[in-house]
């Protein structure tokens, strides 16, 4: 008799899978393309009113024949156990609940994501510990990458591919005559996400220290500190911190103010000669099922809102708490980039901030080279490097 | 007496702002850079119980000083009325209500999207309209471009930046020995948006016709139609489906049906010896205050659906409706490219497919050459380009 399910006990449980969901897997030849493993049918080929006729057992294998069209397919056991249909698994690694979510003290100094250039390069494990710290914990500290010119890319073709933008395939963070942007000053800048008036905005952020503000330069230029911690020698110091565990933190002590900015897309601008960038998403991004899966920050880029005027209301409340949340001290891990590391970061996670710098009177002055690009690339190089380990 | 709004009339109308909307907004110098616009001032640097202590005219501004620091802000009346916080006016263009939705009639053939290359280089008034085209109305086709390899990242080139990916800055579409990708047979393929299984997914396509298929090379070829329509001479025709308006028409007529594709999360995923992408999100995509705003479908990389039982069993209700809605003929639009011809088409709204071709020994066959780019820097060259011409 033909039934809607099929129901097998493997791995010691009873399991259950309808009739479309198995055939919509199957993995026969003329199913699934054996090379690319893409589907070769779509939903609108299998009909409308399928059912199982019929399941066999054939030692690892479960034969499957449907009806009303006859078509057999062949499941093993061990797959269909590991694809139970009895909750959610179907994440991408991109919600809070794939992360581990931190505070500077959890990471200081022994558990510092870092790793040195020269070891990445040749040792496959070193560059699988260290892009899994990008998407895990959100960013990793490469030292000795060389302080050249341009190496920021090659650092970026390491795992992915560079987005270029508006800004160039690279851009130099240093004090510009006439900056565009305040990155481009000696101010400080508190923390931030990237380019929030871009939609996609990219996934990753590269920042490759060159040349650091000579000590005495900073405004509070009292020296101090030994890499990476520091305080202020020189100025210049980089802030990290984390917005998925920030944003929980908001959630857990104020779920209005969390709904607030999850559901109001805040316009964000950019405008120079040749650019005119404008995107409008909420401050932090939920997955449908209302995970944590974005941030994005920075007041320097918001636009006027224009809601209607009782949300406005209710938005700024939510907003300053957020604000306040973030620019909390103890969530800040502060780095000293010296010459020649490399902080590569999750810019839709962890804000960045520096502090502000001086100028000294014929010294070269602070000089970081930045790039963006995307966290799939990233998770690309990371599985395939996993799959060369197994081998 | 301090008030905790700005209350005036403009234009006629009474207007209301709360005193931190105006105060965040405020365009001095000290609080925007007169350079880029950008603000100089963060939330938590406005006092917490900011108010409005007095307000005065002086013309076409009114003067505002506020409580308790006293600061001194001028906003330009038409700006106030311009931005009165009466309703949602901050939508960034990307959503169905900024969209002009169509079923092929609608563009048959005087209204269809296209541009000669040439003008279009040549005139900015063409370059305006072919790239409100693709943001309106989801794409453009381009004629004349020149037939050879590489021009597609000039066209790319015009508007905006192309996104490297795993297939290369750009990638050849033609019958591959040992293809990887199905895109790379003579099959046909049923229509899609291209790489679902990466996040962010490119947002803007190209594909450039080098050389057709030739006649009498297609499964049916039996001739018949002129360029750009056409029925199937040779095969590979190019099929275009609007995919936000066949998301408002099922919203019309099974709204359960579009719920459940909006908040499900479908994983993706696409392997090769290099590469392993993955991404778990919606086939519809919907903004924060639930309008449509992203489309993603492609049958062939979809993986195992990994949700409790009774969950799947409504997708797959859902999934079959959505893909009946989309194969349907009188919602795909035939195009026949020809040598030259280049269709810039936004990927996250606009679904592509192809019927099949054939191949003749010893012709050299069908060739496209196709790139990604983003939507943000198509509207950033727009704007600009319009900001040019109101100059």
Known sequence: MTSADLELTAGGRRLRFPAVWLRDNCPCAACQD???????????????DLGVAASADA????????????????????????????????????TEDDKELWLPGDLAPSNLPQAGWPRYLDRPTTRIRALEDVLRRGFVLLHDVPAEPGMVLEVAASFGF??????????????????????????????????PYR???????????????????????????????AEKAGGGVTGLVDG????????ATDAESFDTLARTPVPFGYIDKETELRASLPL?????????????????????????????????????RWAELLARPERQLNLRLAPGDCLVFDNTRVLH???????TAGSPGRHLQGCYADLDGLASTLAVLRRQEKQ
């Open 34 to 48: 054996p090379g690319s493993g893409q589907k070769l049918t779509d939903i609108t080929d299998i009909p409308n």
């Open 162 to 195: 560079v987005r270029e933008t508006n800004y160039g395939r690279l851009f130099d963070v240093r004090v510009e005559p006439e900056p565009g942007n305040l990155a481009f000053t000696s101010r400080a800048i508190r923390p931030h996400t990237d380019n």
């Open 244 to 251: 998925f565990a920030a944003a929980v933190a908001l959630r």
């Open 59 to 94: 030692g690892e294998s479960v034969l499957v024949t449907f009806a009303p069209d006859g078509h057999r397919s062949a499941f093993s056991r061990s797959w269909l156990a590991g694809h139970a249909l009895d909750g959610y698994a179907d994440g991408d690694g991109r």
């Open 353 to 359: 901030a520096r502090t502000a710098f001086g100028m």
């Open 284 to 320: 932090i991004q939920l997955s449908p099922r209302g995970r944590v899966r974005g941030v994005r920050f920075n007041n320097r880029s918001a636009r006027p809102l224009r809601l209607p005027y009782a949300e406005v209301t209710a938005f700024y409340t939510a907003y300053r």
């Open 199 to 229: 939609d996609p905005a990219p996934t990753v952020q590269l920042l490759h220290c060159l040349r650091t503000a000579v000590k005495g330069d900073g405004p509070g230029g009292t020296g101090g500190g030994s890499p990476p911690y």
